[in-house]
C-alpha cells in the first residue's frame, strides 16, 4: 500500500517548513527509520526519517520549497506498485 509522506509538525507553534534537501532520490529503496530529507523551521534543522519500507516512487516538493505542515512531500511504495489513485 502507498504511504504518502508529508511535511512532519516538529513543535507546537510550527506551520510550515522549508525542505533543504532530499537524502535519498526517486528509485532508491527506502527501509523504515532511514532518513529521507531536512526540512528547516524558524528554530531548526532536521533530518525527517521513513515510517515505512519501499521505495521512493515519487518527489513532489523539491529541494528549497517552504511548504505548510502535513503537505504531501512524496509515495513510498512497492516497485510495482500502481500509485496513481495517489497522486
Same mark, same amino acid.
Given at each position: 500500500?502507498?504511504?504518502?509522506?508529508?511535511?512532519?509538525?516538529?513543535?507546537?507553534?510550527?506551520?510550515?517548513?522549508?525542505?533543504?534537501?532530499? !537524502?535519498?532520490?526517486?528509485?532508491d529503496q527506502i527501509e523504515e527509520g532511514d532518513a529521507l530529507f531536512e526540512v528547516e523551521?524558524?528554530? !531548526?534543522?532536521?533530518?525527517?526519517?521513513?515510517?515505512?519500507?519501499?521505495?521512493?516512487?515519487?518527489? !513532489?516538493?523539491?529541494?528549497?520549497?517552504?511548504?505548510?505542515?502535513?503537505?504531501?512531500?512524496?509515495?513510498?511504495?512497492?516497485?510495482?506498485?500502481?500509485?496513481?489513485?495517489? !497522486?
Open positions: 500500500m502507498a504511504t504518502i509522506v508529508k511535511m512532519p509538525k516538529m513543535g507546537a507553534t510550527m506551520k510550515e517548513g522549508k525542505l533543504t534537501g532530499w !537524502l535519498v532520490k526517486e528509485g523551521t524558524d528554530k !531548526l534543522t532536521n533530518e525527517v526519517e521513513a515510517d515505512t519500507s519501499g521505495v521512493l516512487r515519487k518527489i !513532489l516538493v523539491q529541494e528549497g520549497e517552504t511548504v505548510p505542515c502535513q503537505t504531501p512531500l512524496a509515495i513510498i511504495a512497492d516497485e510495482d506498485e500502481d500509485i496513481s489513485s495517489v !497522486l
